[in-house]
């Protein structure tokens, strides 16, 4: 079958092929791989999914979504950033018992989604705003990221920054900013999202560790 998505966390990478199916390899601490233990795969190995769309991975975990737009989530999660309300580590994928999903972006410790109205919710560690509360307090429950027009899509770095598109295709960004990476001229961290000042419409936004580019 051929690769049909593919996504490279810090020390490690996942993809999907035609089937539907994934698989793993690279560095397998925390469980990171879903391949059932913490050791490292140096050949792709099949993690225990199926009908897959989509994949998401960084350092410690990740999360993929079905083809009915269910999470499925394994790895590292002392802070709930895989998405089961719970802080126990996963070397498996499990159901997360999350629907509707329509997007996934995560970064270290940190997981965002986009629910099926457009909404960004996110949970987990929240040490420089990454999860979008205008406070630094962890999450290990999924919450509404506020002031925020309908989304369509959502990436996150390695590092602890989200950057999403709306639907009417502006660029929204918030958490670290030690280095500029969310674009409001300053290096203050963002706890709410900034409307990113470039004019619309985007098309594409990636995201590094410490910075952002957008087409």
């Not at 792709?44 to 989530?73: K, M």
């Not at 394994?74 to 629907?99: C, K, L, M, Y």
Request: glycine share 14%; proline share 3%.
């Amino acid at each position: 079958a051929n690769v049909v998505v593919a996504s490279a966390g810090e020390y490690s990478t996942c993809a999907i092929n035609s089937n539907g199916n994934a698989s793993c390899w690279g560095r397998g601490a925390d469980g990171a791989l879903g391949v059932g233990d913490f050791n490292d795969r140096l050949v792709p190995t099949d993690i225990a999914t199926s009908e897959l769309q989509a994949i998401e991975v960084c350092e410690t975990h990740g999360c993929a979504r079905a083809l009915d737009n269910r999470l499925i989530c394994w790895g590292r999660n002392n802070f709930g950033e895989a998405g089961d309300d719970t802080t126990a580590e996963h070397a498996v994928p499990f159901e997360t018992g999350i629907t509707g999903v329509l997007d996934t972006a995560m970064v270290d410790r940190a997981t965002c989604i986009i629910d099926a109205g457009g909404n960004v919710q996110c949970v987990g560690i929240n040490d420089a705003g990454q999860l979008g509360q205008g406070d630094m307090m962890n999450r290990v429950n999924l919450t509404d990221v506020a002031g925020l027009p309908t989304m369509r899509e959502i990436v996150g770095g390695e590092h602890e920054h989200f950057c999403a598109i709306s639907t009417s295709d502006d660029l929204f960004c918030w958490g670290d900013n030690s280095q500029g990476q969310i674009g409001d001229g300053s290096t203050t961290t963002r706890t709410t999202p900034f409307q990113v000042p470039i004019a619309a419409p985007v098309v594409s936004v990636g995201v590094g560790a410490f910075h952002t580019c957008a087409v």
